[in-house]
């Protein structure tokens, strides 16, 4: 059985950094698409960080050069390091992961259809 557990979130001021983690169990395949959604008040919820495999595929414009996606294959650990936090930035955080056949198919809508997601973190940026 699949499993995703985030953590790491938290209270911040604004300009300050978290560095999110997902824990993932169960999961074997090789050829995989992992990223991180955010769902702020208010909001849709939005893809932030998207990866397949070895290659970073997609950050919007709104989180460019703030955020950043990294594996730890060997502890199976996803995270997502967030610095110069905003406002905007406040929402729960989720991680989902799905098997894709080639890279450029690990997109937004592969992930959102995927059963494999967190219950979120959630992060709370203000002063």
């Known amino acids: 059985q699949v499993q995703l557990v985030e953590s790491g979130g938290g209270s911040v001021q604004p300009g300050g950094s978290l560095r999110l983690s997902c824990a993932v169990s169960?999961?074997?395949?090789?050829?995989?698409?992992v990223g991180w959604f955010r769902q702020s008040p208010g909001k849709e919820r939005e893809a932030v960080a998207i990866?397949?495999?070895?290659?970073?595929?997609y950050y919007p414009d709104s989180v460019m050069e703030r955020f950043s996606l990294s594996l730890d294959n060997a502890k199976s650990l996803l995270y997502l390091q967030i610095d110069n936090l905003k406002p905007d930035d406040t929402g729960t955080y989720y991680c989902?992961?799905?098997?894709?056949?080639?890279?450029?198919?690990?997109?937004?809508?592969?992930?959102?259809?995927?059963?494999?997601w967190g219950r979120g973190t959630q992060v709370t940026v203000s002063s």
């Open positions: 169960g999961y074997t395949s090789r050829r995989y698409c």
């Open positions: 989902a992961a799905a098997d894709v056949h080639y890279a450029a198919h690990c997109k937004p809508e592969r992930l959102s259809s995927s059963p494999h």
């Open positions: 990866r397949a495999g070895n290659d970073n595929l």
